[in-house]
Nanobody, 126 residues
């Protein structure tokens, strides 16, 4: 049974940093791509950063590229999202998701992920 648990959210001032973690269990971690997604009030869910099963290929949303870094620690079944220089528009509920059958061209698309964890709230204040 695929289980994903996101943690690390909180309240931070603009320009600050947060580190989110996605703890995975119940499946062979290295067989799955993992993605971080976010949803702000009144908006649709969007891909933020995703990493393929080997960890050698990543996807970043344009607005976070250069500020966010995704990494996976296979020994710990963790995928981390380091978020630096946070902006007001980064405020959202962040969730992680896993996909066993994803193709590279769809790695940033929420519809490509079948397994979702509960989210962690990130709030950036001015």
């Amino acid at each position: 049974d695929v289980q994903l648990q996101a943690s690390g959210g909180g309240l931070v001032q603009a320009g600050g940093s947060l580190r989110l973690s996605c703890a995975a269990s119940g499946f062979t971690f290295t067989d799955y791509a993992i993605g971080w997604f976010r949803q702000a009030p009144g908006k649709g869910r969007e891909g933020v950063a995703c990493i393929n099963k080997s960890g050698r290929s990543t996807y970043y949303r344009g607005s976070v590229r250069g500020r966010f870094t995704i990494s996976r620690e296979s020994a710990e079944n963790l995928v981390n999202l380091q978020m630096n220089n946070l902006r007001l528009e980064d405020t959202a509920l962040y969730s992680c998701a896993a996909s066993r059958t994803i193709i590279q061209s769809s790695i940033g698309m929420p519809s490509a992920y079948a397994n979702w964890g509960q989210g962690t709230q990130v709030t950036v204040s001015s």
